[in-house]
């Protein structure tokens, strides 16, 4: 990536993130106040869910190749090839090529899609594949969108490109539904001619671009996939459509989602998706399976780690068994209530075991973890209420010990800029960040 590509725009980014913030705090209180704070969130029906059969194993399971540093590390699992991207650097030069290579169709599912200098250079590549025929379908969310400038999306409208907003929290925008207006989608989905897809925390915005190139240098991870667990992509995609273009009795009619909820004897490479209602915790049952059955290693780096309590127990048990547990979370944080949140659970986290490591460069915003060295995941689900109950999110989980050791390898060199936290330190902090830490825990299910 040219050092010049993405110049740097950093004077709104801190007010920018604590906007969002305050959307989202008074949309959620204004639906207490309407009763429908939760609407959605419920799935304790336990129900029983068939298993697909597990397909044959391709013999090419066993071919590993380690790529340069600007493409990450690339394997073959059944049939998929998957690759490990790093950081905005790694990301959007192969997002950026995928999209020029694109034939036929574009498939763009984005919580943030700034209208700054890295997304404006997405919007312009779009318009060209649309000008060149390409079919491309874009879904922005409401409130991760919230001040990038409406003529960027007007523009590629014009050029031919399908651009839909996610629940409107403007009452006078189509579709506008105050029931739902808290319920956001936080994906990032890119899919390229229903052959390619990328997915993981990395949204399209100078804040993840290097520093070296003007950006903020964030923190973050994605994946790209190509192969058969692709349509599981595309399906997700295509749900996310028509649940904009269409009512939600037609979508519930229509579509059966094709992923399942992580079952051990499932796909190799499977992508999980938390769809409303049913699907709701799919995601939060594949990560509290794996942490149940692991037994030398929990590795985790999440950007707001406020886990419930089935999960903090799970990690709490498999301490008790033996297994060393280490979770790594941000030093300083786009979103300082949802820190101040975490924080407040430090105590019991330290005292059941689990290690806290505290990343101590730029923002740390990944979502990954690492289950013994044989599982891993890639994605948008953040080990929090939010995740849990209002957010769309998207997972790509990989059971595989090249992949998932390549992972681990990037944990550990992660930790060598990380600071462990301990349980004194945590003890002696001042009495009014203790205020703050109480405070916002009371409201952490809002954050």
Same mark, same amino acid.
């Given at each position: ?7 740097? %725009?950093?004077? !709104? ?14 949309? #959620? ?10 609407? *959605?969130?419920?799935?304790?029906? *336990? ?9 044959? $194993? ?14 990450? &590390?690339?394997? !073959?699992?059944?049939? +998929?090839?998957?690759?490990?991207? =790093? ?6 030069? #192969? ?19 700034? %209208? ?23 879904? @922005? ?6 001040? %990038?400038?409406? $003529? ?13 907003? @996610? ?14 207006? +808290?319920?956001?989608? =936080? ?59 269409? %009512? ?6 229509? &579509? ?5 909820? *992580? ?13 409303? &209602? ?6 939060? $049952? ?17 950007? @707001?780690?406020?886990?419930? *309590? ?28 949802? $820190? ?76 060598? =800029? ?25 409201? =952490?299910?809002?954050?």
């Amino acid at each position: 990536m040219p050092s010049n590509q993405f110049p740097a %725009s950093t004077s !709104l980014q801190r007010a920018e993130q604590n906007g969002k913030f305050l959307v989202r705090l008074g949309i #959620a209180f204004l639906q207490i106040g309407q009763g429908t704070a939760f609407i *959605g969130a419920d799935d304790s029906t *336990g129900e029983a869910r068939a298993v697909r059969p597990e397909p044959p $194993r391709d013999a090419l399971d066993q071919r590993r190749n380690i790529f340069g540093s600007t493409s990450g &590390f690339e394997g !073959l699992v059944s049939g +998929n090839r998957v690759t490990l991207l =790093h950081d905005g650097e790694q990301a959007f030069p #192969a997002m950026l090529q995928a999209i020029a290579e694109a034939e036929r169709e574009i498939l763009l599912e984005m919580y943030w899609f700034a %209208s700054d200098e890295v997304g404006g250079h997405f919007a312009n590549a779009l318009i060209a594949k649309a000008e060149e025929g390409v079919k491309v379908r874009v879904i @922005y969310d409401a409130v991760g969108s919230i001040q %990038s400038d409406g $003529r960027m999306f007007a523009r590629m409208h014009e050029a031919g490109c399908e651009v839909e907003q @996610y629940n409107p929290i403007a009452p006078w925008r189509a579709r506008f539904r105050i029931g739902v207006v +808290n319920n956001r989608d =936080h994906r990032k989905l890119l899919i390229i001619d229903r052959k390619a897809g990328f997915t993981g925390g990395v949204n399209l915005g100078i804040e993840w671009a290097p520093k070296s190139a003007g950006g903020a240098g964030w923190r973050d991870d994605m994946i790209r996939i190509e192969g058969p667990a692709v349509q599981q992509m595309c399906d997700v995609f295509d749900y996310g459509w028509r649940y904009v273009v269409e %009512s939600r009795t037609v979508v519930r009619a229509r &579509f059966r989602p094709s992923v399942d909820a *992580g079952d051990a004897r499932g796909k190799r490479v499977r992508v999980l998706a938390n769809h409303y &209602f049913r699907e709701r915790r799919a995601i939060h $049952r594949a990560y509290l399976r794996q942490i149940e059955s692991a037994r030398r290693s929990v590795c985790i780096t999440n950007s @707001y780690f406020v886990p419930d *309590g089935q999960i903090r127990r799970a990690l709490a048990r498999a301490v008790e068994r033996g297994t060393e547990v280490r979770v790594l979370v941000p030093g300083t944080t786009d979103v300082m209530a949802a $820190r101040h949140a975490a924080r407040k659970l430090y105590g019991r986290l330290l005292k059941a075991g689990i290690q806290l490591y505290e990343w101590q460069g730029s923002i740390l915003h990944s979502k990954t973890a690492v289950i013994d060295g044989r599982w891993c995941t890639v994605g948008t689900h953040n080990l929090d209420s939010r995740s849990l109950r209002f957010n769309l999110e998207v997972i790509a989980t990989i059971e595989d010990p090249a992949v998932a050791g390549a992972m681990e390898e990037r944990f550990n060199a992660d930790l060598e =800029h990380a600071k462990p936290v301990s349980y004194e330190e945590w003890r002696r902090r001042p009495w009014h960040i203790r205020l703050l830490d109480d405070f916002f825990y009371r409201f =952490h299910r809002l954050l």
